[in-house]
């Protein structure tokens, strides 16, 4: 986190951007309340197929921003965070389809399960740091579609095929379609996610977390435990990403091996960065990014897509290197001038 | 907002929506479902063209370039065809994505020959649901031939088992006594072809079969399984392989000087691909089976479908390999479409277009193999159901014997 610091200094943007400290990990006040209302209100007044795809945004939303807490808070590196997506997504598709739990308490034991992987993953992770670190995870993340694959499981899984997943309706025949109600499923689902992250971050655990982050010896030195909040930071990482696989797989109405590729685990990665590590509101913007803007370089041009969306990612990373923080940084040091004058 | 306050709002929209939604397209003579009008037919597709397998995005390109040749030729019936194609580069949540963004906010009349199995799974549930017909799926797995349960998706190309079963009806023709050794790909492509083959040999499978041998498609090489199927003492190899695993196969036969009665799928019969770099000596013999001609074989040269589909890739797609299979495959699935439209004529409902492509009458595309036809019914999905076999000679194949069909199911 320090280098990041140091660029900061560098760049001569119209506000400087230092790594987040706990108190700016979230939005302010009105900031927050205006984007609350505008959630509720959006599903309103647009096409269920939008209203599907804001959902995805906010699924892939949920995955950065537990991407953020390992990376932003802890300072540990994942390129694996889509093998977690992955046995979320079939925790709950095979809870539904073969168990026939309803759909709401898939989504605690598919976190509770991937808690208890992300915490045994954190172990061998606690001797790796740094790039050897994400080739590990990496690992992870190849092998995953594979271990899926695996005729063992295949009664469970479905193997190749995957298993085609039931849409819930509006409970208590609420006069909705299921698009509108999985939309505010998952918007309650995101929000308690993020009010507790948030207050992770800012109570004693996310304290040493962030020392762990800015300097391992000095945090040791303090008396933080590093083998446990390292690990502890692995599992709630996990345990949300797979909150938000199970909410995927029941959005998607499938899952496949193919579903949870490695680029999958970039694309998150991917999110991350452009919404601004460390910053929590920020996983929403990268998820806006990941999920909208492949369609847009596939609008200019169909054979170059990779190419565009490559221009596209430059651009923003020359343009905003500290990604949709610094957007909000300077957006708010401009509405103090307007307030001011 | 209070919950009760954003509960009316959310029941008045959806009582305005479902007004909405019931309030037109009444009093029309012709008669039109969304995504078509006197002057358009609009279709959505969804294809690879990154990712994975973004080598068949060819296909999508040569469909786009057929409807341009058509409506610069005056459309079907006098509609222009609007072809709306998106690239999910073989990730079925983009599937689903774009699949909804297709209907919900092109508003497309159908979704034609989206490619890839678990896209098509992904998405067919959700099209059946919408009753929008997912015509022609560019997948050869069995289970897209079930009207009864999924009445609005259609397969096109013949399908893996139903190969397989006409391989089985011709060993039991020709070497009813084959000691037979079955390699397969540990995955649904391997496992259809296998599940066919058995069916298609029936009682007889059991005292055939001497070996069964499957791989992972993550090995790097598929040696050591050649060698202990050779080891069996099989006389006949069923090589149900993708293509680089068939190329490993025929050489290292080669290699052992092993020369079985040996069958490769039509997915590995590229010239290209599969029998130069396995090594033309030792592909000699080898045999598979084909539904449409090679674009690249001059044998084609003087036949009349073949010289319109030249024709067409000079002036529509210059610059393409005619020798990629996509070309021939895109342009037989775009002439299938174009036909059904054309028969459903004035009468562009979801509901018409879907009668029409199961009421194709020995229908020949200028692609197909002379003989190949397609025939579908109200119970058989399964447009393409026939297909010839050949053997490699030389530098090709060369198509023999009748057109064999698997006889639906």
């Known amino acids: ?34 984007m609350l209302i505008a959630f509720l209100v959006l599903p309103l007044l647009v096409k269920n197929f939008v209203i599907f795809q804001v959902t995805m945004v906010l699924i892939y939303g949920i995955a950065v921003l537990a991407l953020n807490i390992l990376t932003g808070g802890s300072g540990q590196f994942s390129l694996g965070q889509s093998a977690f997506y992955a046995i979320g997504a079939y925790a709950a598709a095979i809870l539904i389809e073969h168990g026939g739990v309803n759909y709401a308490l898939t989504l605690p034991i598919a976190g509770i399960i991937c808690f208890g992987v992300g915490f045994l993953f954190g172990f061998p992770a606690l001797r790796l740091s740094g790039i050897y670190l994400a080739l590990a995870t990496y690992a992870f993340a190849v092998a995953m579609p594979q271990l899926l694959k695996l005729g063992v499981f295949e009664h469970w899984t479905g193997g190749v095929q995957g298993l085609v997943v039931t849409k819930p309706d509006a409970p208590f025949g609420l006069p909705m379609s299921q698009d509108m109600w999985l939309y505010y499923f998952t918007l309650a689902v995101s929000i308690a996610i993020y009010l507790a992250s948030i207050n992770l971050l800012r109570s004693r655990s996310g304290r040493a977390m962030m020392a762990i982050r800015d300097n391992e010896i000095a945090a040791s030195a303090m008396g933080v435990d590093l083998s446990v909040y390292k690990t502890l930071a692995f599992g709630v990482s996990a345990g949300i990403t797979g909150v938000a ?24 990665f991917l999110g991350m960065v452009v919404g601004g590590v460390g910053w929590l509101p920020g996983s929403l913007a990268g998820a806006a990014f990941i999920v909208f803007v492949p369609n847009i370089a596939e609008g200019i041009s169909k054979g170059l897509s990779g190419a565009f969306f490559g221009v596209l990612l430059f651009a923003v990373i020359y343009l905003v290197p500290h990604g949709a923080r610094q957007g909000a940084i300077y957006a708010e040091t401009l509405i103090n001038k307007f307030r001011r004058s | 907002m209070t919950f009760q306050q954003k509960l009316r709002i959310a029941t008045l929209s959806t009582a305005i929506m479902a007004f909405a939604a019931t309030g037109g397209s009444a009093l029309a ?25 973004s080598a068949y995005g060819i296909i999508g390109k040569t469909e786009a370039a057929y409807f341009q040749m058509i409506n610069e030729k005056g459309g079907i019936n006098g509609r222009k065809v609007n072809f709306i194609s998106y690239d999910d580069a073989y990730s079925p949540p983009k599937a689903v994505e774009h699949t909804r963004k297709l209907v919900e906010s092109d508003e497309v009349l159908l979704v ?28 050869g797995a069995a ?41 397969y790909q540990n995955d649904d492509f391997g496992k259809d072809y296998v599940k066919g083959f058995k069916e298609g040999l029936g009682d007889k499978a059991k005292a055939m079969i001497v070996i069964e041998e499957s791989y992972e498609i993550s090995e790097p090489t598929i040696d050591s399984h050649i060698v202990k199927i050779k080891a069996s003492g099989a006389d006949t190899l069923m090589d149900f392989t993708t293509p680089k695993f068939a190329a490993q196969t025929i050489k290292k036969n080669g290699e052992l000087n092993w ?21 033309l000596e030792h592909g000699q013999g080898v045999l598979s089976a084909a539904y449409l001609k090679d674009g690249a074989d001059p044998q084609w040269n003087s036949d009349e479908g073949m010289k319109k589909w030249i024709a067409f890739v000079d002036k529509y797609m210059p610059g393409a390999n005619k020798a990629d299979s996509g070309l ?25 277009v879907m009668k029409q492509a199961a009421s194709l009458k020995d229908f020949q ?45």
């Open chain 2, 365 to 409: 595309t200028d692609v197909a193999l002379p003989g190949v036809k397609i025939n579908t019914s109200a119970t058989d999905f399964a447009p393409i159901q026939q297909v010839q076999m050949m053997r490699f000679k030389g530098e090709r194949w060369e198509l023999f014997g009748d057109i064999i069909s698997s006889d639906g199911h």
């Open chain 2, 112 to 139: 034609f020959n989206p490619l890839g199995t678990p896209s098509n799974t992904a998405i067919q549930k959700y099209l059946n649901a919408k009753k929008v017909p997912q015509l022609f799926v560019a997948t």
């Open chain 2, 259 to 279: 020369k079985p009665l040996h069958i490769v799928t039509n997915v590995s019969i590229s010239v290209g691909a599969v029998m130069k770099p396995a090594g």
């Open chain 2, 328 to 352: 021939v495959y895109g342009y037989g699935a775009a002439q299938t479409l174009h036909k059904v439209l054309e028969m459903a004529g004035d009468n562009l409902t979801r509901e018409n």
């Open chain 2, 29 to 53: 003579q012709k008669k039109y479902d969304t995504g078509a009008s006197d002057t358009e037919i609009k279709i959505g597709n969804i294809m690879p063209y990154s990712g994975p397998a």
């Open chain 1, 245 to 268: 696989g199970a909410l995927g797989a029941i959005a998607v109405q499938f899952v496949a091996p193919d579903s949870y590729t490695f680029q999958l685990a970039i694309a998150l």
């Open chain 1, 1 to 34: 986190m320090s280098t990041i610091q140091e660029s900061a200094a560098e760049t001569q943007a119209a506000a400087t951007v230092d790594a987040p400290p706990k108190r700016a990990m979230g939005l302010g006040r009105t900031a927050s309340w205006a």
């Open chain 2, 143 to 183: 289970k897209w031939n079930d009207p009864t349960h999924f009445p609005w998706t259609m397969g096109w190309q013949p399908n893996y088992q139903d190969e397989a079963r006409i391989y089985a009806k011709y060993l039991l023709k020709e070497k009813p006594d084959a000691k037979v050794a079955v390699l």
